[in-house]
């Protein structure tokens, strides 16, 4: 989550919104990146200096817009003790973490009146491949009315996060993404 103290927090907005996609789903890397990366390879991440992660702070050595890390910067890593098997279950870890994270932030935002429609405007922008108007018109647009009150937005989702049920949750993520689940702790135990 962006850190808790308002003003860390803003300042952080910033950062994020500066070298990424700020969305109502939550923060992602541009598309423009995203090309950068695929070119790179899977093993190009963090080995060059224009392919360290856009929200690294070289100043401060470490994140710039994380307090505790979403999934796909937690289950990263560039090796592992159990070579292949072990890189696999953490890519599945990994898979399992995004789908989890962008389904809870969808289902929040339904909660908060978000129609089928604002959300997929989030995924048109990013998919939009200019970096142009049209793609900042689209991503306003996303942010429905809460444009220009993106704290107070993920402040709203936080709270209403608690009160979605597992039941329902289980539900929206379907039966592949629990199979996942199940079998990602029975390679973990
Ligand atoms: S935790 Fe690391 S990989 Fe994730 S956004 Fe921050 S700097 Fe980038």
Same mark, same amino acid.
């Given at each position: 989550?962006?850190?808790?103290?308002?003003?860390v927090a803003r300042?952080r907005?910033?950062?994020?919104?500066k070298?990424?996609?700020?969305?109502?789903?939550?923060?992602?890397?541009s598309?423009?990146?995203?090309?950068?990366?695929?070119?790179?390879?899977?093993?190009?991440?963090?080995?060059?200096?224009?392919?360290?992660?856009?929200?690294?702070?070289?100043?401060?050595?470490?994140?710039s817009?994380?307090e505790?890390?979403p999934?796909?910067?937690? !289950? =990263?890593?560039? *090796?592992? @003790?159990k070579?292949? #098997?072990g %890189?696999?279950?953490?890519?599945?870890?990994?898979?399992?973490l995004?789908?989890?994270e962008?389904?809870?932030?969808?289902?929040?935002?339904?909660?908060?009146?978000?129609t089928?429609?604002?959300?997929?405007?989030?995924?048109?922008?990013?998919?939009?491949?200019?970096?142009g108007?049209?793609r900042?018109?689209?991503?306003k647009r996303?942010?429905v009315?809460?444009?220009g009150?993106?704290l107070?937005?993920?402040?709203?989702?936080?709270?209403? !996060? =608690?009160?979605i *049920?597992? @039941?329902?949750?289980? #539900?929206? %993520?379907?039966?592949?993404?629990?199979?996942?689940?199940?079998s990602?702790?029975e390679?973990?135990?």
């Open positions: 989550m962006l850190q808790s103290s308002k003003e300042v907005l910033g950062a994020a919104a070298s990424g996609l700020l969305l109502p789903q939550g923060l992602f890397a598309p423009e990146r995203e090309v950068i990366q695929a070119k790179a390879g899977p093993s190009g991440f963090g080995r060059k200096a224009h392919l360290l992660c856009p929200f690294f702070d070289n100043a401060k050595n470490g994140c817009v994380w505790h890390r999934g796909v910067c937690s !289950s =990263y890593f560039c *090796k592992s @003790e070579n292949e #098997e %890189l696999e279950l953490w890519a599945d870890i990994e898979a399992y995004n789908q989890f962008w389904t809870l932030a969808n289902a929040v935002l339904w909660r908060l009146g978000f089928q429609d604002d959300l997929g405007l989030s995924e048109a922008v990013m998919l939009s491949e200019s970096s108007p049209e900042a018109w689209l991503q996303a942010w009315e809460w444009s009150r993106e107070e937005l993920y402040d709203r989702c936080a709270s209403e !996060s =608690y009160e *049920k597992t @039941e329902e949750l289980d #539900e929206l %993520l379907g039966e592949d993404c629990l199979s996942l689940e199940n990602i702790r390679r973990s135990a």
